[in-house]
């Protein structure tokens, strides 16, 4: 099921609006691409509600947000959802400031999102309304394990009841869940951490899945994280002396480039609960 | 005459002004760099007067366009053409969405650009004054073919004696044309679609290409173009096992950084029509 | 000493605050993650006070500045000059518009930097109150030979005196001096200029620095000039045919991942004046 939805997405080629952060919006343009997708990004409120019209998704990320940018995320919010496109949250850093924290809150009370994929603080923070993030990354105290996992994955679960949104928390453990099942998924390396938005990318990435599998979308989900950390793991093996995070970050763009279903069936690691 | 354009760009060094979207911009500046120029990016109205003034070419990109930005770009456009600086505009994203169509037309019936570049479906809608993009990429209907060929050189000559600028319209085959002669140009590679911002880098490239050579500018456009498709030719040889778009960007932009007139003149492929 | 000041950084892995241009910003979260810190971009007037508040450096880089960005940096910089915080200013452009120049005059005259850093033209503007720099790149005449050398070491530690900063100042000769002592950096390679924001990158991962070593300092500073100067020697090493500044980039940043203390005590070319 899972690795169908790389084969459906490579056919539809779904175009998808990002509204995001300026620091890693060229390697999200660029996965965007390597998973047979296109990008479109804008974020003047002028502009917005034509441009998400156009495309099948909307991505929108929350790291550089401004006051501009903010405005232009609820009006393409609203317009994608009157055309009943997949609409994906990534709350980058709430927890480690009011204005984040309090415009995704407000971002999720007024539209209704598909998904909704953090790493494990900022999702905690949306749980809970407050939160203490430590910057864009998160907390290592709240890391899902082996330990947590069964209580990690009735929050996940919980949450997304309690949303109805697919609630997405990746880390060292990725957790994909809908009020019923939860896909938990070891795949990736933990030298992705040391790259900016290998996160942000997901995003990009996991929109235009589920753009071209409105109809899986759980799967979908999950198959975008599968894909992403699959690549992480492709992307290490290519990885030649003297070589470092900035040219990992090319070698993952580089392996879901070259990913095809045979690929991702081989090396995906996930089991339902 | 072609070849000549790349050893005098890199003897005289110009430095460009971009006003130009966030998701391409570090590799437009590297793309300059690579090419023998400087870049500087500036998009605040209170800065770009004086920023546009020390330059020898202003690059207009409106892609992530905003009002801010719109207005720096009049600003910046005025005060380049009072100074005589090469102008050129990148319409990205025109027919996808009003704002881009009208702030594109408006800044053609302000300003002379020396050249307008686009992929076919932008510079169809500014010779209709409106028209169908998909996002930013053309739509395969408008595609330059050879079939079509006779009819599209007719368009862009018809459309630069109309507006007074060179057509640069890049796709398969690209053609770069004022309104008696056109360049048909048949480098690159299909795989450059794939990249983010292949036609934002070739627009910088190209600006820096006109400042160094503005007695030739014809020729300076079509040598950027047989340049970009040149560097996306030698930029696949030397791909390697496993890499993929991410890779290739930086291919392509390394290859620009050692071509030299030489190469270019052995791989430049185009005919005068 | 210098050599100590990684290992410190590497252990206290501070997170960093940057406001800074848009062009380079992903290669400046990259090379602060490269480094061991952490980065996180913020803007907006209404999140910067929180945002800085978590961390423990702020870098102030006025490339692209606009009105909103400038207001931000004010914002940010009295909260982290409150909270004691490492502040460093990147002055990129100072020289070459009187907006960029005015504002850093005005962010040295209300906020106390720990570190100014920037070209030999962007320091001399500053110094001087106006002046002509070539763009973001330093003006030929001005540099730092070994002619000049004493005149410019006795320049910048008269400027440190005045200001109360460190200064640092980049070019084929660094000096990083406060108003007594005075590191001559020898590190780097010519082709560095040929990339887009090694200066960038540099202030973001000196801020780093700076915030893990607050003690030293001076050694911090000049530690993190020695850190990207061989990186960018290590970085030429691993070169392969065909490759140029693209790649290059890429290559430094790798070379700064994989640096520790023994590798920056053995390349560390300097002497104290």
Redo the contacts between chains.
């Keep these: 099921m899972i690795d169908n939805c790389l084969d459906v997405l490579r056919k539809k080629a779904p175009?998808i609006h990002n509204i995001t952060?300026?620091?890693?919006?060229?390697?999200v343009?660029?996965i965007i691409?390597?998973c047979g997708a296109?990008?479109?990004?804008?974020?003047?409120p002028?502009?917005v509600a034509?441009?998400t019209s156009?495309?099948g998704g909307l991505n929108i990320n929350i790291?550089?947000?401004?006051?501009?940018s903010i405005e232009a995320m609820f009006i393409a919010g609203h317009k994608a959802e009157e055309l009943s496109h997949q609409l994906l949250l990534d709350p980058v850093?709430a927890g480690?400031?009011?204005?984040?924290t309090d415009t995704a809150l407000k971002l999720m009370k007024e539209l209704h999102f598909n998904v909704i994929r953090g790493n494990v603080s900022e999702i905690k923070t949306l749980a809970k309304g407050s939160g203490t993030t430590?910057?864009?990354?998160a907390d290592a105290a709240d890391a899902v394990t082996d330990k947590n996992l069964e209580q990690m994955i009735a929050f996940t679960k919980n949450f997304a009841a309690e949303t109805g949104s697919i609630i997405a928390i990746t880390g060292a453990i990725d957790l994909v869940a809908d009020q019923e099942h939860c896909y938990v998924i070891r795949n990736g390396r933990p030298e992705m951490g040391?790259?900016?938005?290998t996160g942000c990318q997901l995003s990009g990435m996991m929109t235009a899945f589920l753009a071209a599998n409105p109809e899986n979308q759980l799967e979908a989900a999950a198959a975008a994280v599968c894909t992403m950390g699959l690549a992480g793991e492709?992307g290490m093996?290519?990885m030649q002396?003297?070589?470092?995070?900035?040219?990992y970050?090319?070698?993952?763009?580089?392996?879901?480039?070259?990913m095809d279903s045979t690929i991702l069936k081989q090396g995906a690691k996930y089991e339902l609960r």
Tied chains: 1, 2, 3.
């Excluded at 296109?38 to 003047?44: F, L």
């Excluded at 040391?194 to 938005?197: A, D, L, N, S």
């Design positions: 175009l952060n300026y620091v890693t919006v060229n390697d343009a660029n691409l390597a296109s990008p479109i990004m804008s974020d003047e002028q502009d034509e441009i156009i495309c790291g550089t947000l401004n006051q501009r850093g480690a400031s009011s204005l984040r430590k910057g864009v990354d040391k790259i900016t938005g492709i093996q290519h002396a003297g070589e470092g995070n900035a040219t970050r090319n070698r993952i763009i580089d392996a879901v480039y070259n």
